[in-house]
Every structure is written in C-alpha cells, then in structure tokens.
C-alpha cells in the first residue's frame, strides 16, 4: 500500500511569518493530493488538493506544491495568524475510490 | 448540506469486550469510511465501504469487524477491546467520484479500562 512520511510533526512559528509542510509518498501511482486541517476538539476538513496533473495551487493563502519526479508535496501558509493553530494532514490517493493515506500530521502552533 | 452523526460519543470498555460503534450520514454518499486517530500517528483507515452490503478493508482492519446496514450508515464493531487502549474512531463518506471531499463526523472516543 501507500506510506505518506509528513514533517515536521510541531511548527512553532510567529504570526505574520510563513509555514511550510512537507509530505513525501511512495506510490508513483498516487494522483491525488489532499490536505486536512482539525481544529482542537473538531473534526478534519478538507482545506486544499492537488490532482497530478498540476505543480502549483493557490487559494485563500495557501499554497500547494507538487513535485511528481521526487513525490514530494508540501502546504505553505501564508501571512500566519493565531486562527491557523491547528493539526494539519497530508494524505494520498492512487485509487479511483478515494482511499487515502494520511500523513501523521503537523501541530501548528501560531503565537501572536 | 448534510451532517454525519457518530454514536457514541464516549465509549467506556473493558478489556476482552465487544463494543460497537454507529455512524449515519445524510449526505446520501455512496462511500463510507471509518478511521483510527491515534497521538502522532495520524489517521488509519480501518475498513471502508462503497455501497450498500459492500465492504473493504484498510490498512488497520485486524481486530475490528464492519457492516454497511444501508446506504446511510455504516457500523463498526471492536471484537475484543485492548486493556488501556485509548484513541478516536472517526466516520467519513464522500461521493462516489475520483478525488471527492471526505466529510468526517465528530469521532467515538474509546476508553478501555
């Protein structure tokens, strides 16, 4: 099956600056690419994806990036603010039934 | 809109029991999904489901059993319960179409004693 490798597992960083989160997957397959942020006590919602067929996508400041050669794909957070301080999942599908494998997850911790 | 509704939850056991764990959506998506959320190991689909009777297992289905009752909801069944296990059992559906939004309900947090 799939193995998603997500990093780092804490982000501490100040409001206003960037963050970045990395994913890495096995399966050259994987065509689908889906980040989840779960708020303290909520459950995950869908954020931002990126199907293969696509290197960069952009909304609301985020940013996903693909690379297919090195399968990695990473979330950039924007202009920070304490409302982004949740757990933050990358997963990957290469099924047409959306099976996904989630990444670990990322504590990202904004301070003001 | 729709709404998934997961019953209980909080769930209590001990150890050696069975306990079973129910989740109905309104969305009327074909797939379901139940997942294990563990500190630092993120989410593990259990088993997952496209239709109706249907059933397929993930990557953790060892020692759970499910059942798709109908279309709307989708049970899962710990068949013996781990002394001191703790972790929160999420339900998710989507429709049946390549790369559709997973929808999670509010979890079942398992306790055993």
């Known amino acids: 099956g799939e193995q998603v490798e997500q990093l780092p597992s804490i982000l501490r960083v100040q409001e206003g600056s960037s963050a970045s989160i990395n994913c890495t997957y096995e399966?050259?397959?994987?065509?689908?690419f889906p980040w989840y942020k779960q708020e303290p006590g909520e459950n995950p919602k869908l954020i931002i994806d990126?199907?293969?067929?696509?290197e960069r996508k952009q909304t609301q400041g985020l940013i996903v990036l693909l690379d297919k050669k090195a399968k990695r794909f990473s979330l950039h957070i924007t202009d920070t603010q304490p409302g982004d301080s949740a757990m933050y999942f990358c997963a990957a599908s290469a099924s047409g039934y959306n099976k996904l494998t989630f990444g670990k997850g990322t504590v990202l911790l904004v301070s003001p | 809109g729709g709404i998934i509704t997961q019953t209980p939850k909080f769930l209590i056991g001990q150890e050696g029991q069975k306990l079973t764990l129910k989740c109905q959506q309104n969305?009327?998506?074909?797939?379901m999904y139940w997942y294990r959320q563990d500190s630092g190991k993120g989410l593990r689909l259990i088993y997952y489901s496209i239709t109706e009777n249907d059933l397929q297992k993930g990557d953790l289905s060892e020692g759970y059993d499910a059942s798709r009752e109908k279309k709307s909801s989708f049970s899962l069944t710990v068949t013996s319960a781990q002394k001191n296990e703790m972790a929160v059992f999420l339900c998710a559906s989507s429709p049946d179409r390549a790369h559709a939004e997973q929808f999670f309900g509010p979890g079942t947090r398992l306790t055993v004693l």
């Open positions: 969305f009327n998506h074909d797939t």
């Open positions: 990126i199907r293969s067929n696509m």
């Open positions: 399966n050259s397959a994987s065509n689908y």
